[in-house]
């Protein structure tokens, strides 16, 4: 009797390991999950998306909902200064809804301020700024609590070529979460170019060194695609000298990018 159960035990055994196995074989082989997330993306303006389209592509694909926020309206696009400003805006406008459907992520949000570092018309440039700034702190802190978002990416104080309004929203993102301690509540991620990806750029591009990139992102050649047909969208500002660029560079860097995660330590120091 002690050496049936014996054997029974290692059957039971025997067959507990192969299923544990066949599990994890599963698992493994199983498509890629996020749980549904709610991701906000906040930019300053209609094609800023373009950098990190294929990231977006790639959540949606997955079944999370993305939400873009635009913050600047297109009037004074200065590529097209001979277009009057309303229909410059609303050909921006367009743009970037087209842009929202090819990559199958939420109509955009527009903020539709004029501009967050300066002031068109009489020079006011510094008070129209910081009041601008207060406007649209108050417009994402409503948009947050609205939308609920499990992480917020922007760009990061690279600004992705230096541009003042990448820089001062990325930083207006910032203040807000710290001013209502909402850090860890939507975990924010900024956008930007690692040194490695830049090494023989035309030193347009602003980058950060490697080691200070805490997240990596892959995508499938499939939201790539998606990618490229969603810059098509912009034939208000592009040329198509412009999209061919922009295509041909999407196509022959590595199908990752990184972002870096914005934390804060809590634990108080007496000295620096």
Same mark, same amino acid.
């Given at each position: 009797?002690?050496?049936? /159960?014996?054997?029974?035990?290692? $059957?039971?055994?025997? @067959?507990?390991?192969?299923?544990?196995?066949?599990?994890?074989? /599963?698992?493994?082989?199983?498509?890629?999950?996020?749980?549904?997330?709610?991701?906000? =993306?906040?930019?300053?303006?209609?094609?800023? %998306?373009?950098?990190?389209?294929?990231?977006?592509?790639?959540?949606?694909?997955?079944?999370?909902?993305?939400?873009?926020?635009?913050?600047?309206?297109?009037?004074?696009?200065? #590529?097209?200064?001979?277009?009057?400003?309303?229909?410059?805006?609303?050909?921006?406008?367009?743009?970037?809804?087209?842009?929202?459907?090819?990559?199958?992520?939420?109509?955009? =949000?527009?903020?539709? !301020?004029?501009?967050?570092?300066?002031?068109? &018309?009489?020079?006011?440039?510094?008070?129209?700024?910081? %009041?601008?700034?207060?406007?649209? $702190?108050?417009?994402?802190?409503?948009? @947050?609590?609205? @939308?609920?978002?499990?992480? @917020?990416?922007?760009? *990061?104080?690279? &600004?992705?070529?230096?541009?003042?309004?990448?820089?001062?929203? &990325?930083?207006?993102?910032?203040?807000?979460?710290?001013?209502?301690?909402? =850090?860890?509540? +939507?975990?924010?991620? +900024?956008?930007?170019?690692?040194?490695?990806?830049?090494?023989? *750029?035309?030193?347009?591009?602003? !980058?950060?060194?490697?080691? +200070?990139?805490n997240t990596r992102v892959t995508y499938t050649d499939?939201?790539?695609?998606?990618?490229?047909?969603?810059?098509?969208?912009?034939?208000?500002?592009?040329?198509?000298?412009?999209?061919? %660029?922009?295509?041909? +560079?999407?196509? %022959? #860097?590595?199908?990752?990018?990184?972002?870096?995660?914005?934390?804060?330590?809590?634990? /108080?120091?007496?000295?620096?």
């Amino acid at each position: 009797m002690k050496l049936n /159960l014996t054997l029974i035990l290692k $059957r039971n055994t025997s @067959i507990l390991v192969s299923l544990t196995l066949i599990s994890f074989l /599963l698992l493994m082989c199983s498509p890629e999950k996020t749980g549904n997330k709610t991701i906000l =993306v906040v930019v300053a303006h209609p094609d800023d %998306e373009t950098a990190f389209g294929s990231v977006l592509a790639k959540h949606a694909r997955l079944g999370d909902t993305v939400y873009l926020v635009v913050a600047v309206d297109a009037k004074y696009d200065t #590529r097209l200064i001979s277009a009057s400003p309303d229909s410059l805006n609303k050909a921006k406008q367009y743009d970037v809804i087209c842009s929202c459907k090819k990559l199958g992520i939420q109509p955009p =949000v527009f903020f539709s !301020f004029a501009s967050m570092d300066r002031k068109h &018309g009489e020079k006011d440039g510094v008070r129209d700024a910081v %009041e601008t700034g207060n406007q649209f $702190r108050e417009k994402l802190k409503k948009t @947050i609590l609205d @939308i609920q978002p499990d992480l @917020i990416i922007t760009l *990061g104080p690279e &600004g992705e070529y230096g541009h003042p309004e990448h820089i001062i929203v &990325g930083s207006l993102v910032t203040e807000l979460l710290l001013r209502e301690g909402w =850090v860890d509540t +939507y975990p924010l991620y +900024y956008f930007g170019w690692t040194k490695t990806q830049e090494a023989n *750029g035309d030193g347009w591009v602003r !980058f950060a060194d490697d080691q +200070y990139f805490n997240t990596r992102v892959t995508y499938t050649d499939e939201d790539e695609q998606k990618a490229m047909q969603f810059v098509q969208c912009y034939t208000s500002g592009f040329t198509q000298q412009d999209m061919d %660029e922009m295509i041909s +560079y999407e196509l %022959e #860097r590595e199908n990752e990018l990184f972002f870096r995660k914005f934390n804060v330590a809590k634990e /108080l120091q007496e000295k620096f």
